[in-house]
């Protein structure tokens, strides 16, 4: 594949199971700077997508540390979050890493992103296979589908959750 595929890294230090796993030892660095540095070894382009909130300063200087791109906004809406990196980084597309995921599987991605920029999808979701624990493979999607969901979301919640 030519083109680069940015890879939305998906992470926070407030995990209610188990806070800061990002940052607990993982080969020669912690959970968090192996996978950026396994997708700059599958030739994925890393963004750090984490929240704005204080706790994940700590993930900024991860990403300012590893030299990657990184976006900081929602704490607990993961899609708006993604939308917002989406239109901050001007991305068309892109694949979501899920920083509980060191051992996702490059090539897999390499082949969700080939069907999604086929045009005939807006979203390639892992197969069951992979779902199911085979590997670990996020999602393709187009930066549009994800901003028209968030904000139909956001419509749903301020009309029936107010």
Known sequence: MSKSIPGLITVRTSSSRLPNKCLLPFGDGNVLEHIIRRTKHYEIDPIVCTSTDESDNVIEEIAKKEGVKFFRGELRNKLKRWSDCASFF????????????????????????????????????????SSSGGASVGYSLTADIVRRTSDEIQRFAEQYLQ
């Open 90 to 129: 001007d991305l068309k597309a892109f694949h979501t890493v899920d920083a509980d995921d060191p051992f996702f599987d490059g090539e897999e991605i390499k082949r969700s992103m080939e069907l999604l920029q086929s045009g005939s999808y807006d979203m390639v979701s892992p197969t069951p296979f």
